[in-house]
C-alpha cells in the first residue's frame, strides 16, 4: 500500500518562505506542478516526519 498525499488550499499556503497556491480548487489537481528547491523538499520532509511520529 501506498498514499499520495496532495494538500490543496482554498487561498494558498506560505511554507518555509515559498507560496504554494492552489488556483485551481476545488477542481482536479489536472496539470499541477510546483517544484521545489532541495531545502524545501527537505523542510517539507521534516515537517511531515514531526507530525507522523506524534504520540
Excluded: C, N
Excluded at 10 to 24: C, I, N, Q, R, S
Excluded at 25 to 35: G, T
Excluded at 43 to 51: D, G, H, K, N, T
Aim: hydrophobic share 35%.
Amino acid at each position: 500500500m501506498h498514499w499520495h498525499v496532495y494538500p490543496r488550499y482554498l487561498g494558498g499556503v506560505t511554507f518555509a518562505g515559498e507560496e504554494f497556491p492552489d488556483p485551481k480548487w476545488p477542481r482536479h489537481l489536472e496539470d499541477a506542478v510546483h517544484m521545489v528547491s532541495d531545502e524545501t523538499f527537505r523542510e517539507i520532509m521534516q515537517a511531515l516526519r514531526s507530525r507522523l511520529t506524534r504520540d
